[in-house]
């Protein structure tokens, strides 16, 4: 107690930090005797000026070297108040004080305890200075990436503690930082701290206020790692914070399209226009990708969440002007994968871990069957249409073939009838419809044909209109000009 008490009387007292008298050596002018011990005093001394805070010892009669770690954390406290009193001194005093913290957090045979206080006075630190001292962001943040370096069972002992700085450290400074190595670095912390039940609650608030607070083009993506991270603990380890962290699908969704809609008339160059096209695009597919990982997740709340999160997802693509190939990549590769995996667990052994799978099928036949739908007129565009719709096709007979569930196939013809007439109107259904060496026409109906008896050819009116054809034909061609047009457009209105 005493040496806390003489540390906040320092952090407390105005003016600059008393400064001792310099030393004397014994015997010279207006010397002080040695006292006894002094020696040691001074050997540790002059241990602390290589960067190795385990050197600072007293020295024995037996000449045996033992730690004085309360020493030790004292001058560690003395030394971050030198620097938050000298804060106009930074670049000059980080530098040092950086590689003393690294030598104690990454250090052999260090006391636990100094250790911590090393690793919670450098997060402090950043909370300090960052909002005065902005400029200073990046060598101050490079500090976040030593914490990760803890001995595991400090960061274990300790997980509590680093979660409410890293809470204090997002809400007062999040806005200075605008490097994604340091929102790497910030998330990973997070999610570290997480792992610890007791911290649980806290990270969370950290991870909540970057979603809801603080979320931008660089931090997105791990933002989203980090959710699902959490969603996924939270659904075995914290069932009462399960639906807390399912609102934050909710909100990567609508910041996506917040973000798209205040850049869509920011009179962006044509250079800046394809790097937000792509950006918009890419964001949007991991999302997509998270979200059918979580809907193969064993917890029913979470898949449905998940389910319902994708169903945003889809009809938001057309808000935020995903490019085609995009959509075709989220379908093929991002929800036909589980939709098809989960199929084959419905009603058997293997799915008795996926509880209620059939609903959860249910609801991706009409994720997918709502993208196809919605952007069928920009997919039978793309080169690789014919793949997508083979792969379509499949997922929605693995369905229908589900055991003992009468509801996935009526979902699976229903959703396969309105693909066809949809086809047929464009055109797009004929007889000699091929492609990837297959008759897509003879496969189409083969498949149709194994999900029901109902679809067929006769289902269909066996003529197309020429008149009508012709528009679809036109309208197809649009959306590959749409995005750069109506990005264009948006352009010139702000100019």
Known sequence: MPLQALVAAIISAPGPLPRPPPYSPPGAPGGQQQQPGASGGREAGQAMGDGSPHKLVNRVASGTLIVDWDAADLCLDLLLVVLLRNRDRLSLLWPPVFDHLASIIRGKGIDGSLVAAAAVGLLRLCQRLLPCKPEAAEPLLRGLQLVPSLDPEVAWLNAEVIAVEMLALIQVASVHIRAQWAWASACNLIKMTSVRPEAFPVSLEALWWVVVHSLTPLNYVLALEASVWFIERAALEHPKLKERCLLLLGRLTAWLEGWAASLAGAGLSPE?????????SEFWLYLVEMLGKLAEHPDVQVRSAATAALQSAVV?????????GSIERGLKERLLPPLQALSKKVNTKAGKDVPQAETTVAE???????????????????????????????????????????????AAAAALQNLLIMLHEMGVLQPSWSGLQHNLWQHTWRTAHKISSNLSPQMLNPTINPARQQPQQQQQQQPSLSLPAVAAAAAALST
């Open 272 to 280: 800046q226009l394809v790097t937000f096209s792509n950006a918009k």
């Open 316 to 324: 938001s693509a057309e808000v935020l002007g995903i490019l085609p």
């Open 364 to 410: 991706l036949v009409r994720v997918v069957s709502k993208a196809m739908l919605l952007y069928l007129p920009q997919l039978v565009q793309q080169p690789g249409f014919s793949s997508l719709w083979l792969a379509v096709l499949d997922a929605l007979a693995a369905a229908a073939a589900a055991i003992g569930s009468e509801t996935l196939l009526e």
